[in-house]
């Protein structure tokens, strides 16, 4: 993502550097919206915080030179977020985060997926292909970028800003064993190098039953109330030296410079709660146009063509095991966006949220009159997605569509093996490293594949490309060859019986067949085979007629959304200092409250949600709402132990807090006012998923796990007792 910040270094250019200081010190007075950079917390933010009820100082929350609430927060795999809860490197996150590594441990003899797992002593610890990675330090460069790319046009800026983000990181870091990335903030007008120290040997500890963690599934994922035991537990390793390493034997757990005391104290509605973690990314300076093309084009398409792979998959997975364990981690992947982009249109749409935009930028332009360098902004603006809106579509379809189903995703790999294979000049050694790369990527691909599902997932995606996208757009004479072999293409039937030729006669699947190509390597044994043909087709044609367009409207989206912010900041200064940075996946902090909410007239919902109503929810032998036998019998003794809550005599297994988060924020610490673990931050609410563009500061609430109820399932479902010892628990 890419954000505000500055273009030149003159006298105004300076004004306007003091100005970017306020927006990342000020507080933002409507609610809790903000996702604040943990080491700019101005005075105004940080006195909110303490009014609020925060005891910790400014450097327990960060600092560079000593030990901070920051250091024990890490980037978890490639896309959450995890924390460091024990001196001896024990991670918690959420179990969708530790997902496909729970999956990848398992078989169907030990489905730790199904069973859950827990290790009873290092030595039975679990390793992965994970990494983690601890923020080392944030330091802001962008006086030496802007000096880099000083004078340079748009286009000339957009080719060369990567070139001198290299060349700062490597400065940063060479003669070090640590890595950086410098973030884009405010449109592109700021930039944040942050330093990750990295961390490859994490090892899978526990995770309770997938009917724990992920108890409610489709049904209830986005809603409140709800209960999921959405936890799992890791541990991160390093070299006997102290330093980050490759998986070893004789690795040990890695010592933290902080780790977060797990608080089972309670809290009540109102308390403070603090969130630490990585956003992945947000879009609140979005325009009135780019919310139309979202929710007329954009969401709809996506959502009405994950629908049908979703179905397809869902229908084999309910009756073997095996291609549940075999499809679990994709369809958990795709089923999660597909509720939200069908949420967040309606949530867009039902707040006003386009006209909302307009009457921005109304103010925006009257302001602009006059001014050459703003005044034609949003008539140029205008221009650009009214170009690029009628390929929209086309643009969903081919990634969502086409390139949905796997077996298309993998001929599209062949497509472009042929094309290399068919280059002038090829050498021999060229020609076997790239046909090693196709034996490899088939292997992958062949070891995820479920047959069955995928090709209905073909059939279907294919034929609603046919009629969902516009006929001028579809790739020369493809359909119309389709149709004179099968029949009507209105007919579904017809894409059913091209897809099953398809699947039985590409040599993905006929080890023979790709042996032999193996052993002779030709660009027209690929031309001949009807995936990698398929993918070929859409792949040109798009790749030919529409990347183009896609690219230069998203080059000049860009551009004009760089100037729009900076005209913001110039046009009214005491605004612009309650703004904050876009979330880019670089680590913010939040603030506010456990809170209960009225979703709508006569509706009340609490903090928190119960093991008793986890219970009423429990369906015997439910795909979604079942729930393991000892769980049962453990709540029916009434055996809370120490993690009883005794306001409701019961475990509290999930609470809200008014907290601003999106994903990236999954497996987030929430922390209470003296820095300790109440829970785990793992989704959004319903009523609110408009928050990527717009925040609502009366429904938003961020869904936890209650650390209670994390500590329970591990002692008292797993008897994982050696974890329990080895937290620092607060009573």
Same mark, same amino acid.
């Given at each position: ?41 101005? =005075?105004?933010?940080?006195?909110? #915080? ?142 944040? #190098? ?124 309910? =009756? ?194 790709? =042996?032999?190509? #193996? ?29 183009? =367009? ?182």
């Amino acid at each position: 993502m890419s954000y505000i910040c500055l273009l030149k270094f003159n006298l105004f250019m300076k004004k306007l550097l003091i100005t970017l200081a306020l927006v990342l010190t000020a507080f933002c007075t409507f609610a809790d919206e903000g996702m604040w950079l943990p080491h700019l917390l101005g =005075k105004q933010v940080y006195d909110d #915080m303490v009014k609020r009820g925060l005891k910790l100082t400014k450097e327990q929350l960060y600092t560079v030179n000593k030990s901070s609430l920051k250091d024990a927060i890490i980037i978890f795999g490639g896309g959450c977020t995890g924390e460091i809860v024990s001196p001896q490197g024990l991670i918690f996150t959420n179990h969708h985060c530790g997902y496909d590594a729970i999956a990848t441990a398992s078989t169907v003899q030990n489905n730790y997926l199904r069973d859950g797992f827990w290790a009873k002593s290092l030595d039975q610890e679990i390793q992965t292909d994970l990494t983690v990675q601890f923020l080392s330090r944030i330091d802001d460069v962008t006086a030496q970028v802007e000096d880099s790319l000083k004078g340079l046009s748009w286009n000339d800026r957009v080719r060369a800003q990567q070139r001198v983000f290299d060349a700062l990181t490597r400065k940063a870091t060479t003669g070090t064993d640590r890595e950086a990335r410098i973030y884009s903030c405010f449109k592109g007008n700021q930039f944040l #190098m942050y330093t990750f120290e990295r961390y490859r040997d994490v090892r899978f500890v526990g995770a309770p039953p997938e009917s724990v963690g992920k108890f409610g599934g489709d049904t209830d994922n986005w809603e409140w109330p709800r209960h999921t035991g959405d936890f799992s537990v890791f541990r991160v390793y390093m070299s006997k030296d102290g330093k980050p390493a490759a998986y070893s034997k004789d690795n040990v757990p890695y010592k933290p410079k902080h780790f977060l005391p797990v608080s089972i104290k309670g809290f009540k509605d109102g308390d403070y709660a603090m969130i630490y973690g990585y956003p992945g990314g947000t879009n609140r300076y979005e325009t009135s146009m780019g919310v139309k093309l979202k929710t007329d084009v954009e969401n709809p398409s996506l959502v009405g063509l994950r629908d049908v792979r979703l179905k397809s998959m869902f229908e084999e997975m309910r =009756k073997d095991p095996a291609v549940k364990l075999k499809l679990a981690s994709n369809y958990a992947s795709v089923a999660n966006y597909w509720k939200f982009f069908d949420g967040e249109t309606k949530q867009l749409k039902k707040f006003r949220t386009y006209e909302a935009k307009q009457k921005e930028e109304e103010t925006f332009n009257a302001w602009a009159k006059g001014k050459p360098a703003y005044e034609n902004l949003f008539a140029d603006w205008q221009k650009v997605y009214d170009e690029w809106t009628p390929y929209a579509k086309h643009r969903m379809y081919m990634t969502e569509g086409v390139l949905g189903s796997p077996l298309a995703a993998f001929g599209s790999s062949l497509a472009g093996l042929e094309q290399a294979m068919s280059a002038p000049n090829v050498t021999p050694e060229a020609l076997k490293k790239l046909a090693a790369n196709a034996d490899a990527g088939r292997k992958i691909f062949l070891e995820s594949e479920d047959r069955a599902s995928d090709q209905r997932i073909l059939a279907q995606t294919a034929m609603m490309f046919y009629q969902n996208v516009d006929k001028s757009q579809h790739p020369a004479g493809f359909f119309e060859e389709l149709g004179a072999k099968y029949g009507d293409l209105k007919d579904p039937a017809t894409f059913s019986k091209w897809a099953a030729d398809v699947f039985g006669s590409t040599l993905a699947f006929d080890d023979t067949r790709w =042996k032999a190509f #193996m052993d002779n390597p030709t660009a027209e044994a690929l031309r001949q085979d009807p995936a990698a043909k398929y993918a070929s087709a859409f792949l040109n044609n798009y790749r030919t007629n529409y990347l183009p =367009k896609f690219l230069a409207f998203t080059n000049r989206n860009n551009e004009l959304g760089r100037l729009y912010l900076k005209g913001i900041l110039e046009r009214d200064p005491v605004k612009a200092a309650k703004l904050y940075p876009d979330a880019n996946f670089s680590m913010r902090t939040s603030f506010g409250n456990v809170k209960s909410y009225r979703p709508r007239d006569a509706v009340f919902y609490d903090y928190v949600c119960t093991m008793k109503g986890m219970m009423e929810k429990y369906v015997p032998g439910d795909y979604e709402f079942d729930l393991p036998a000892k769980l049962i019998d453990l709540y029916n003794k009434k055996d809370f132990g120490q993690y009883k809550d005794p306001k409701y005599n019961d475990v509290v297994v999930s609470f809200i807090t008014t907290n601003d988060i999106t994903g990236g924020n999954s497996g987030s610490p929430v922390i209470n006012a003296s820095g300790e673990l109440i829970g785990l931050a793992f989704d959004g609410n319903y009523e609110a998923l408009s928050h990527k563009i717009a925040f609502d500061k009366d429904l938003n609430r961020t869904i936890c796990v209650d650390a209670r109820y994390v500590l329970w399932c591990i002692e008292k479902l797993g008897g994982a007792t050696n974890i329990i010892q080895e937290l620092k628990i607060v009573k």
